[in-house]
């Protein structure tokens, strides 16, 4: 495995924990300071016409509202992921075994070790309960 599979690999297992235990410090510590992401979730929380967030300080505010907005059906079922060592997907489908869940697929682009760009495309059972909220 090469180091960039292990900073795959790390990045996927740390990430699931931050946002199991909602810690702030934990989930920012894992992007660049330049790092984006990007997700309808963006206009939504931020109330911008972007998609995007740029940079730590505009990331930790972002990711502060995810944590306290957190919806019912957001759940972290998944079964693994892929990755060729820069680009981290995986996928959180909609049926999971404690019913339906947030539909989204997440791809990370890593640099040195750490997220450069986040993506979060979602689907349309994920994009009903954006709707609803």
Same mark, same amino acid.
């Given at each position: $495995?090469?180091?960039?599979?292990?900073?795959?690999?790390?990045?996927?297992?740390?990430?699931? !924990?931050?946002?199991?235990? @909602?810690? /702030? *410090?934990?989930? /920012?510590?894992?992007?660049?300071?330049?790092?984006?992401?990007?997700?309808?979730?963006?206009?939504?929380? $931020?109330?911008?016409?972007? #998609?995007?967030?740029?940079?730590?300080?505009?990331?930790?505010?972002?990711?502060?509202?995810?944590?306290?907005?957190?919806?019912?059906?957001?759940?972290?079922? @998944?079964?693994?992921?892929?990755?060729?060592? =820069?680009?981290?997907?995986? !996928?959180?489908? =909609?049926?999971?075994?404690? #019913?339906?869940?947030?539909?989204?697929?997440?791809?990370?682009?890593? !640099?040195? #070790?750490?997220?450069?760009?986040?993506?979060?495309?979602? #689907?349309?059972?994920? /994009?009903?309960? /954006?709707? *609803?909220?």
């Amino acid at each position: $495995m090469t180091a960039n599979s292990t900073d795959a690999e790390r990045i996927y297992r740390l990430w699931d !924990e931050a946002l199991g235990n @909602k810690n /702030l *410090e934990a989930a /920012l510590a894992l992007y660049a300071p330049d790092a984006s992401i990007e997700s309808p979730l963006v206009q939504h929380l $931020m109330q911008t016409r972007d #998609g995007i967030v740029r940079g730590r300080d505009t990331l930790r505010e972002f990711i502060t509202r995810v944590f306290r907005t957190n919806p019912p059906q957001r759940r972290r079922f @998944k079964q693994g992921f892929f990755s060729d060592g =820069r680009v981290l997907t995986w !996928e959180y489908p =909609r049926q999971s075994p404690d #019913g339906d869940q947030m539909d989204l697929v997440e791809i990370m682009e890593i !640099e040195n #070790g750490l997220i450069q760009r986040h993506r979060v495309y979602w #689907g349309w059972y994920a /994009l009903n309960v /954006l709707r *609803e909220s």
